[in-house]
């Protein structure tokens, strides 16, 4: 049996093979050049602006589509566009980036937290209604890590209680649901063009309805809050609403379509790279890899690994020494096993001081609720998940199955001496920044 990186050994996945994301073509370096020749590098209808918007709502399966420059000010685009005012209360899940949060807070509205399914790691729609009261406004669902979300019985909830349903899909570009796309599922959604996403645009992000009162909403507010006026018209200068600068630039636009040609491949990349590691890790006892419903696909943002230490045979090993101990072990033998964040959104300091902007705001607010508690500890199914499981980011498309190879090898590698790893609690050694 070979001696375990941790131990000293050698490591199994050999150093420097795995390649970064995104993948840069000569097509993505002439399209930023086509840009820069043609001397227009922005504008409200630039016209590699207004051609991914027509690309990504043709895409996606919804009349508008709106560019901005982050995933964060899509966000707010939309809270913003459905309407959503101060102390309005709106549901998203406790397990996000917070940017799901932020949108809502930027609005003067209060987020409210409801755990996961321990199954999908998306919104438990079960847990829902419990949550809704008279002021809450919307709901807000993220297809985290790429897997959409259970929106059948998430819009029968927001219709019986009168209530918009947001997507936030900064993980989804180009997954289904029963047959239909991540955007146009719900009121509005919303993608992230981060560097890591399935869709790169180094930074941007994308906006999509089929309802024009939301779409103008939330053009208004990446707009300044002023009214867009027709070409060829004075701008009046004239804001209605307390708006940003949201507009993205017009090489970012330009690189989005480029990378847009290829997102179809890249995605089936993934799922490749993704069900091999399923195929062979699924064997291992007490290895839960991502549940996939039948009736939607998974396109792998990021490959979430669970670990159960009664199933591996360790019934009395704590669940989160168990996963560190694995996680430190694969880790040394070449295996980039990751966190994406470590407890649920609502436990973050701003949350608990419930003080945004100072002085309390938006909670301190005349038109919220002064009910409102946050605790981390009211979402049980997503610390348990966070103690359980590591994430994996290199199932990206610039790798494939090969690399994939030797993520398994170095699993088996383990798995084979997992006494020896899960026995010593040196390597338990938890690692916690606290501030
Ligand atoms: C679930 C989720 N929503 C929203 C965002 C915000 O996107 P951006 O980073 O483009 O602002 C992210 C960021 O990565 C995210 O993971």
């Not at 043609?38 to 690309?55: C, N, S």
Request: hydrophobic letters at 40%; a negative charge; charged letters at 20%.
């Amino acid at each position: 049996m070979s001696q375990l990186a941790i131990e000293g050994g050698s490591r199994t996945v050999p150093e420097g093979i795995e390649k970064s994301w995104p993948i840069i073509t000569q097509a993505d370096k002439d399209a930023v050049m086509r840009v820069l020749d043609r001397g227009q590098i922005w504008g409200p209808d630039a016209p590699e602006k207004t051609a991914l918007e027509q690309e990504w709502a043709a895409y996606v399966g919804t009349k508008h589509c709106l560019v901005t420059n982050s995933g964060t000010s899509a966000l707010h685009a939309c809270v913003a566009g459905i309407g959503v005012e101060p102390g309005d209360e709106v549901i998203i899940p406790a397990f996000t980036f917070w940017a799901t949060a932020q949108a809502v807070v930027c609005q003067n509205a209060i987020p409210v937290f409801v755990d996961i399914d321990p199954i999908t790691y998306n919104i438990d729609p079960k847990k829902i209604e419990e949550k809704i009261t008279a002021r809450t406004k919307a709901i807000i669902v993220v297809h985290v890590h790429g897997l959409p979300c259970d929106m059948d019985e998430i819009n029968a909830i927001a219709r019986k209680h009168g209530l918009k349903v947001l997507e936030d899909a900064a993980h989804a570009h180009g997954a289904y649901y029963k047959g239909r796309k991540p955007g146009n599922l719900g009121d509005m959604g919303m993608f992230s063009l981060n560097a890591t996403k399935n869709l790169s645009g180094g930074e941007g992000g994308l906006v999509t309805t089929s309802n024009p009162e939301f779409y103008e909403g939330a053009r208004l507010m990446c707009m300044f809050g002023e009214k867009q006026v027709p070409k060829g018209n004075i701008r009046p200068y004239d804001a209605f609403i307390m708006g940003n600068n949201y507009r993205p630039v017009e090489m970012t636009c330009a690189f989005t379509r480029s990378q847009l040609t290829r997102l179809e491949a890249y995605n089936a990349q993934r799922i490749a790279n993704s069900e091999l590691l399923t195929r062979e890790l699924s064997q291992l006892p007490g290895v839960i890899t991502p549940h996939v419903p039948a009736d939607r696909n998974h396109v792998y943002h990021i490959y979430r690994v669970k670990l159960d230490p009664a199933a591996a045979g360790y019934p009395d090993i704590d669940r989160e020494d168990f996963r560190w101990a694995v996680q430190h072990a694969l880790f040394a033998e070449g295996v980039p096993a990751m966190e994406w964040h470590s407890f649920p959104v609502p436990g973050q300091k701003i949350f608990q001081n419930k003080n945004a902007y100072g002085k309390g705001c938006p909670w301190s607010c005349q038109f919220a609720s002064q009910d409102i508690r946050y605790d981390a500890n009211d979402y049980p199914e997503t610390q348990k998940m966070f103690a359980a499981s590591f994430v994996l980011y290199t199932i990206h498309a610039a790798n494939g199955l090969e690399l994939m190879q030797h993520y398994v090898k170095a699993f088996h590698k383990v798995y084979d001496q997992l006494d020896r790893v899960v026995t010593n609690p040196a390597y338990y050694q938890r690692v916690r920044a606290s501030v």
